[in-house]
């Protein structure tokens, strides 16, 4: 090669280099780590997430429980932090977070170039952060898939309740004495235990929309009650799973439920999730003995 193309190489390649830097590159720069866990369950974790000193702006999921867009500050910088979620085999998952500020990209670029990066280590041990508290937010449960099954039917008192997936422990808990008074008051015999049927899922927003119902004696009339609706449970062909651990986790569960029924193409609904609640947790005890069943309906 003659000295001239040389000497273009040696220039050409260094601009090049530059122009994709600090151009084209889409991020400032990634973080990777793997868990022991489901696409679902991290991303339901960023979206609700536990840092050291990062504040949440916003955050937004894309489709599939792959990727999460957030917006977050840290030491007076607005970040948009790009978090990928992919599974690497049946138990890990890999995450990638690329990481772009928003006001300062070409300043963040051009430090790493040079070799100074505390802020990117303090964007790491933030991430570190929340990757322990990931950790230990997946001690804290355990799921058992049963299989193909076909839920149970009930005439259930019910209340209805809208809210974010990790908030209908709460909602459980605020309507509880309602129907328990009904009940008591009205003389009415219980078919079995507490229950919840998810009406419908917003797997983006997290929202849900679904009733709380005791199981209930056939009769032909009902006491009326502005708060409360007398409903049919139909039995269903269902994946069941069960669930052991606060129930405020629960919805986890539905995550195993979905990854079975993609590993096994079984089509599911994304509706009429039902879960039964074998233990009382007013009676306190040990969460993660706490019993759930929980029902995925399959398309038929």
Known sequence: MSK??????????????????????NNDYAIKFKAKA????????????IFDKMEIIKTKIKSNFSRVIQEVELNAEIYELNWIIKPKNDSISEVKVNVTNKNNSFQDRFLLLVGKNEFQKRMKAEIAYFKKALITNLK???VEIKGKIVSPENTCACIASNGKVDQ??????????ILSNYILENEIETRGRPRIFINSWDRKTRNINFNFCFPIEEKKTYPKNLLID??????????????????????NAWFHLLDYAEKNNIKVKNKNILEIFKDNPQMGGDESLWEAEIYLPIKE
């Open 38 to 49: 489901l696409p679902g369950e991290i991303v339901y974790r960023v979206d609700s997430p």
């Open 4 to 25: 001239k193309y040389w000497l273009l190489f040696l220039i050409g390649f260094p601009l090049l280099f530059l122009l994709w830097y600090f151009a084209i590159k």
């Open 230 to 251: 007398i409903q049919k449970i139909s039995s269903e062909k269902a994946l069941k799973a069960s669930f052991y651990g606060n129930y405020m986790f629960s919805h």
């Open 168 to 177: 209908k422990a709460f909602e459980m808990m605020k309507n509880i004495d």
């Open 140 to 142: 804290l449960y355990t």
